[in-house]
């Protein structure tokens, strides 16, 4: 059997630190980022959310000054959004290079959270895109509420991976938003994804609303996903990461 390498990126430092009651200093952030990079050898790390507070950003500004002197700027990201560059210019100042863009991987959240149509919403994340490789910024795609696409809304999440699919980006981010997938459930999407485009790297993030982030993270593996989401002690918002 032909062995394949799965990438692990710690979302601890953002998605591990809307954890209820948790804050980490900004002397915390780097020991971390240092132990997740040098100790256990994660792949990536994934940082802050732009533009939260200046305490954030001197955080962030922290790891990536170190990681640039260690060689590891390509390891640290950055959550961003879709708000006309300013995501973009807090990242670009705190010299990071990978933006996790954030979109809206359901029809539901597009329409209802955002109110705008497709095509608009594909405009919007081409002009982010673009924008980031011309600062010499690698992208990352996060299609928010995907689970729920693919539940109520598959015609969409497939023409938005087409777009994808289509764009310069490094990878495309799965996350079960709400915690709602079933182990089979995150099989059987995941599998149609990955076979329908067999030359995209796609990354799994899992919720343990149910108790069941860590049988999906199996079973997203099995469906042939290339990266995996997870934090420390299974850190999260609610119930929890994977």
């Known amino acids: 059997m032909k062995k394949r ?12 630190e809307q954890t209820s009651g948790m804050s980490f200093s900004a002397s915390e952030k ?20 732009a533009r939260v507070s ?3 950003f001197k955080a962030v ?17 950055i959550l961003t959004f879709l708000d006309d ?14 933006q996790n863009l954030l979109t809206k ?5 597009l329409k209802h959270q955002i109110k705008k149509t497709p095509e608009k919403h594909f405009k919007e994340i ?23 696409g693919m539940r109520n809304s598959k015609e969409y999440v497939f023409e938005f991976l087409d777009f994808l699919s289509k764009q310069p980006i490094d990878r495309i981010l799965l996350p079960d938003t709400l915690g709602i997938l079933t182990p089979s459930e995150t099989f059987s999407f995941i599998s149609e994804i990955t076979k329908k485009y067999p030359k995209t ?32 002690n299974g850190m999260g918002e609610r119930a929890g990461n994977a």
Do not use: P, Q
């Open 30 to 49: 780097l020991t971390i980022s240092k132990l997740l990079i040098e100790e256990l050898k994660i792949d990536r790390v994934e940082v802050a959310s």
């Open 201 to 232: 790297h796609f990354d799994f993030h899992a919720h343990n609303d149910y108790d069941l982030s860590v049988s999906n993270v199996i079973e997203s593996l099995k469906g042939g996903c290339h990266g995996l989401h997870l934090t420390i």
């Open 126 to 148: 081409n002009d982010s895109i673009l924008s980031a490789k011309k600062e010499g910024i690698n992208t990352n795609v996060y299609l928010e509420d995907w689970s729920n």
């Open 61 to 77: 500004e922290n790891i990536t000054n170190w990681a640039k002197l260690n060689g590891y700027l390509n390891k640290i990201e």
């Open 54 to 56: 200046k305490g954030e």
């Open 85 to 98: 560059g300013i995501s973009l210019d807090w990242l670009l100042k705190t010299g990071a290079k990978v």
């Open 5 to 16: 390498t799965v990438e692990i990126m710690d979302t601890t430092l953002r998605d591990g």
């Open 105 to 109: 991987g359901s029809l539901n959240h």
